[in-house]
């Protein structure tokens, strides 16, 4: 019989007092996360949870671990560091639309691009919600907000495609009102080698109240949202008699009724080691087609702190150690 973990979720709870408007999706992540932590073997001292600054970057206070309350948008960065500096620990990055994709977004494409063993949350509310209702980078064109009364002319981002085009290794997608799919998700992050994204749908209350609804919301989400697995055909719909199947380089909506070879259908393959199926997957937006849910992509490749590592030992044994003192004053110093 396989013991069970040595933790339950009240051991990842912290003292502090949770300080979200009432309603927030937050709360539904920060439970799921001390759950799905609480299923591994992994002591609780070698979690470090990073965040920016925004509402979702409360999260460090909240969770009975080690954590860090960052620079705006820095929070990839900073994670960097501690990941090369102690490999052995978790490190989880909890950001936000605004704190990851506007100051920090630099940051986040190079943490994504190098692949550091980090796992990233990137909170989507599409609205800066502590800074009071400001339209973000991922609002609707239109927008209608603080800073843009007459409604937002930005395009807005699309944070999957950002971590596709700097080919994350794991990129995923879930949302604050599915709690199972939500902890089988944050799982999968946990356990991948390398960087994983995952994007979750959050409903800001207060600002930008129910605005995934049309996607996730009990009435719709049979018809709007299409959860992949891995080696499973593209199919949704209440009764699952709709399927996706790619024309070009465009994917298309067939009733499968109508489709007399099942192997036109597209089959999820989050394995691929090229980021074109990925980027199809992130195109399928509403209300032309169904929203995905789940992992889009999970490929393995070396990671930067273990490349890093591996050159450092290499660089000791040809040159030895160093002397900082000798490095700092070499042939290029002058006085003043």
């Known amino acids: 019989m396989i013991p069970p973990p040595p933790y339950t979720k009240e051991d990842f709870v912290s003292g502090q007092e949770v300080r979200w408007c009432p309603g927030c999706g937050d709360y539904a992540i920060l439970s799921v996360m001390q759950r799905t932590l609480a299923q591994f073997t992994t002591p609780r001292e070698n979690h470090v949870f990073v965040s920016g600054i925004g509402c979702s970057s409360r999260f460090p206070y909240y969770m009975n671990t080690y954590g860090f309350h960052t620079i705006h948008g820095r929070a990839p960065s900073i994670a960097t560091g501690l990941k090369c500096a102690r490999p052995d620990l978790t490190v989880w990055v909890v950001t936000g639309d605004g704190d990851g994709l506007s100051i920090g977004g630099n940051h986040l494409i190079h943490t994504l691009r190098r692949n550091v063993d980090l796992n990233i949350i990137l909170v989507n509310n599409q609205i800066y919600g502590l800074t009071k209702g400001q339209y973000s980078p991922t ?14 002319i930005d395009y807005p981002i699309n944070p999957l495609c950002i971590a596709i085009a700097a080919e994350a290794t794991f990129i995923a997608r879930t949302v604050d009102n599915d ?20 994007e979750i749908y959050q409903n800001c209350i207060i600002f930008n109240k129910d605005t995934h609804v049309p996607i996730t919301g009990r009435e719709h989400r049979d018809d709007r949202a299409l959860y992949l697995e891995h080696g499973k055909p593209l199919v949704f719909g209440k009764n699952k008699d709709k399927g996706i199947v790619s024309n070009g380089f465009k994917t298309e909506i067939v009733d499968l009724a109508s489709v007399k070879d099942q192997s036109q259908l597209l089959v999820h393959n989050e394995n691929d080691p090229s980021p074109n199926y990925a980027y199809l997957l992130s195109q399928m937006e509403f209300p032309e087609m169904p929203v995905p849910f789940g992992v889009f992509r999970s490929i393995e490749k070396p990671t930067y702190n273990e490349m890093l590592e591996e050159q450092v030992k290499a660089s000791i044994q040809k040159k030895g150690k160093g002397d900082l003192r000798k490095i700092l004053y070499t042939e290029d110093i002058w006085e003043v």
């Open 179 to 198: 709690p199972r799919h939500m902890g089988q998700t944050l799982a999968r992050a946990a356990q991948h080698k390398g960087v994983s994204f995952v």
């Open 139 to 152: 609002s609707e064109k239109g927008k209608i907000t603080k800073s843009s009364p007459d409604g937002s």
